[in-house]
């Protein structure tokens, strides 16, 4: 159950590994599919790129088309990550309620708002390639629009206001929202680029470092990681959101007095129009 306190960067962290483990068996399996379809599409421009397996480094003659696969790779992450935030932000508001929530509910498209997710997730992933084709733009774009889908499933807003939504919350207390984002994404980016570097170490061990292997065992090792990855990223974002509210908003005091009456239930993390 997450608290009903602000929490410290080292709280937040925990709160969304936890999230994760609480509900893997549904997180996981859906991330893995994303991941797997976000391998398939950066398979074409890491040809055009010429970026090999299974650092997949740039090219000196080719680093337009590298530039290019780096903004499309910060587009689909953005969009992932954002869109398993319809399913985490319903998880983390029945952890915050102390309501259980099976597999079979976190899945039940009523009350879901899948369409609306999907649209901010799709604004999210163009505004971030749009961003990264500018260089270090897209830290701002990660920053202000990753807590969108808690502000549709929870706040229940439009995917406009819920944009806007995101960029206010990320803002508050000195972008303090926003700079966890982007500590959280960071944390990742280090463990992801780290198991690259292993790959080589291994597939080299392993007298694997062939064609016929490297590119099936590295593409198998980018999904693993971002099957971890993306998931706790996203507990973190529906996490903070509602952290942000309680700092910000006095969402833990609305909570608290709710519990004392015996009257918790989700219509109260709606946003007050």
Request: net charge positive; proline share 6%; glycine share 8%.
């Amino acid at each position: 159950m997450l608290p009903l306190r602000p929490l410290t960067v080292g709280e937040l962290l925990d709160a969304a590994v936890t999230l994760l483990r609480a509900h893997g068996r549904v997180l996981l399996p859906v991330a893995a599919v994303l991941a797997a379809a976000e391998q398939l599409v950066l398979a074409p421009f890491r040809e055009s790129a010429d970026a090999q397996p299974p650092a997949y480094l740039p090219d000196s003659d080719l680093l337009g088309w590298y530039w290019l696969l780096l903004a499309v790779g910060a587009a689909t992450e953005m969009t992932i990550i954002v869109l398993l935030g319809g399913l985490t932000s319903r998880a983390a508001a029945a952890s915050m309620l102390g309501q259980p929530l099976p597999a079979r509910r976190l899945l039940d498209p009523r009350g879901a708002r899948w369409g609306r997710v999907a649209l901010v997730a799709g604004v999210a992933g163009a505004t971030m390639f749009a961003a990264a084709l500018a260089g270090p733009a897209w830290f701002a774009v990660y920053a202000l629009l990753g807590l969108a889908a808690p502000a549709v499933v929870l706040d229940r807003l439009g995917p406009g206001r819920a944009l806007m939504r995101s960029a206010g919350l990320a803002c508050r207390a000195g972008l303090r929202a926003g700079v966890v984002r982007i500590l959280g994404y960071l944390a990742w980016l280090a463990i992801r680029v780290a198991l690259g570097f292993g790959a080589v170490a291994a597939l080299d061990a392993l007298s694997l470092d062939r064609p016929q292997w490297t590119g099936l065992l590295s593409a198998a090792a980018w999904l693993l990681v971002n099957t971890l990855a993306y998931p706790t990223l996203a507990c973190l974002d529906a996490v903070l959101h509602l952290e942000t509210r309680m700092r910000t908003e006095g969402l833990d005091i609305l909570l608290s007095r709710a519990r004392h009456h015996g009257r918790l239930a989700p219509d109260l993390l709606v946003l007050a129009r």
